[in-house]
């Protein structure tokens, strides 16, 4: 398997225009997620789908942020407006969660570096 | 809730030195146990994982961490550094779902020639 796979690797964009990241997930893993990493914060979780259905939001910053899981093979973090504190490496990561009992790990994407000017 | 503490943000050993890189954790419930790695522009790779079983688990690259529930503590450790582990490790958490889990601050680990 290719791993995760994000696009665009890098953005740049103006404040104020739209952003979409994309990322595939690992075939057969049924859950999605969406990290932001900055000097500051550090690796914050933002969202998490479990079979393309959103289980928790509680990280996404504010309305400006969305994020989509139309199928099991392809997510997108949305951003709009853009605004230059949005500047950081958003990761994707999928897993295969099974049951309780089995804790998979975590598969990440290589990232994508986002600059709003 | 639970949450993940690495001390040091920064190591620094010798090339053949032994690697300690040191996390604790809270959590209510018996935990799950994740070390990753993050080399420069790349996504974060997992090194190994605590689930149950064994408490001394071993990982990618001579890496290994012992779960000490009485300490609540995952120290990551590696007998003898070498150049290419330099890199940012991070320290996670989970009660369930591993995606889902609450990363530590990292620590940098340089290793000097």
């Known amino acids: 398997d290719a791993g995760v796979i994000q696009s665009p690797r890098h953005e740049v964009t103006e404040m104020g225009q739209e952003v979409t990241l994309r990322c595939k997930p690992i075939s057969g893993h049924n859950s999605l997620f969406w990290y932001r990493q900055t000097m500051m914060r550090g690796l914050e979780l933002l969202i998490y789908f479990n079979n393309n259905v959103p289980i928790d939001d509680s990280g996404m910053p504010e309305d400006r942020f969305s994020a989509k899981m139309p199928n099991a093979s392809f997510s997108t973090l949305k951003i709009q407006p853009s605004e230059p504190r949005d500047s950081a490496v958003y990761f994707c990561?999928?897993?295969?969660?099974?049951?309780?009992?089995?804790?998979?790990?975590?598969?990440f994407g290589q990232g994508t570096r986002l600059t709003v000017v | 809730a639970q949450s993940v503490t690495q001390l040091g943000s920064h190591v620094s050993v010798s090339e053949g030195a032994l690697v300690l890189l040191r996390c604790n954790y809270s959590s209510s419930v018996p935990p799950y146990l994740f070390w990753y790695v993050q080399y420069p522009n790349q996504g974060l790779q997992l090194l190994l994982k605590y689930t149950t079983g064994a408490t001394l688990v071993k990982g990618i690259n001579g890496f290994e961490a012992e779960f000490k529930k009485s300490e609540t503590s995952f120290h990551l450790t590696k007998p003898s550094a070498h150049m290419s582990d330099a890199a940012e490790y991070f320290c996670?958490?989970?009660?369930?779902?591993?995606?889902?889990?609450?990363f530590g601050d990292g620590t940098t680990l340089t290793v000097k020639p």
């Open positions: 990561a999928s897993s295969l969660a099974i049951h309780r009992g089995v804790g998979t790990e975590a598969f």
């Open positions: 996670a958490v989970s009660l369930s779902n591993a995606g889902k889990s609450t």
